[in-house]
Each structure stands twice: as C-alpha cells, then as structure tokens.
C-alpha cells in the first residue's frame, strides 16, 4: 500500500515537471506594488512634474497603460495620487504653478514636448524613461540586500510578463506598438 502511494505520488510529480508552470513570484505582488508605487510617486514629487502633463497621461489611460497589466496599475496609481496631492493641497505656495516649494521645478521642456508628441513611441519612449529613473532612484533609495533586489527584479519581471499576457487579453497591442512603457522602463 505504502509502495503503490509513493509510486503514485513519484508519477504525478513527474507529470507535473512536463506541464508548463508559470514562474511563482518571489516577492508578493503587494510588496511589487507597492515598491513601483512609491518609486513613481516619489519620482514625480522630486520631478515637480506639471500638473497639465500628468492630467493629459490620465485623461487617455488606455493610451498609455495596458489594461490589467499590474506594473501599470502601479503606475497608474501612483500617478493618480500625485494629480491628487498637486491639485488638492491645501496650502500656500509662491511658485507660479502652485505646487509647493519642495516639489523639483517640472520635467525639461524635451521630456514634456515627447511626453505630447503625436507619434506613440516617441511618447511612450519618453514615459518609458521616466518610469525606469523612478524605479532606479526607488532601488538606490530603499535599503535592501543584493538578493532582497535580485527578487524584487524577478517580480518585476514576472509582472511584466502577466501585462504582456494582459495585452494580448484584452487585444490592446495595437495601441502598444512596442510594447508597455511602464514594463519595460520598471524593467
């Protein structure tokens, strides 16, 4: 009896090494989340990025981020709360666009015009950098080890995939020549 259960056990292990299995994740999506969210956000915060230029990305979120991909619903979110802390702040400021003093003086001029350019990869090339400086500063920022990183890269990495599968689901490919700006610039 005990012989037929291990034999058994020993078979289903092996069929399941001829089934295709999807890379598990070695950081909880959560954490994933979170680290590309608070990476953009402080991103856009020390940028000064202009409220018109962030308002313009959300206002054509399926132009610029895949549906149900998670790498850009952190994106996304993290936008959304900048757009949020930028308009609704409450408090007095002495600079011309209302943001207060802390906050950087706004993207260069090359960055805003690529950002508003009718060509879909020149824009997406620009937002693509930006999201790869956030994550950059968000890698030397936080204190993490090599391996803490290694997975945390991995995770990205696996996040980029399941918004590549997002892609094709929910057939925006067309709108992502490319490919997704806020994967590849995490990435």
Sequence with gaps: MKIAAIVAVAGLSAAGALWRQDPVS??????????????????????????????RILAQRDAWFVPKCPICYSVHAAFRAYASYARDNGWRSPRKDGLPPWFGVGFPKETVEALKSEDVKTRHGAFEKLVHRYVDKRFARVRMTRDEIDKMRDALKIGMNEGLEAMKRTKSEEQFPGSCPSCEGAN
């Design 26 to 55: 070695p950081v909880p999506d959560a954490e994933r989340t979170r680290f590309l969210f608070h990476g953009v956000f402080e991103g856009l915060v020390e940028d000064g990025a202009q409220a018109e230029v962030v308002e």
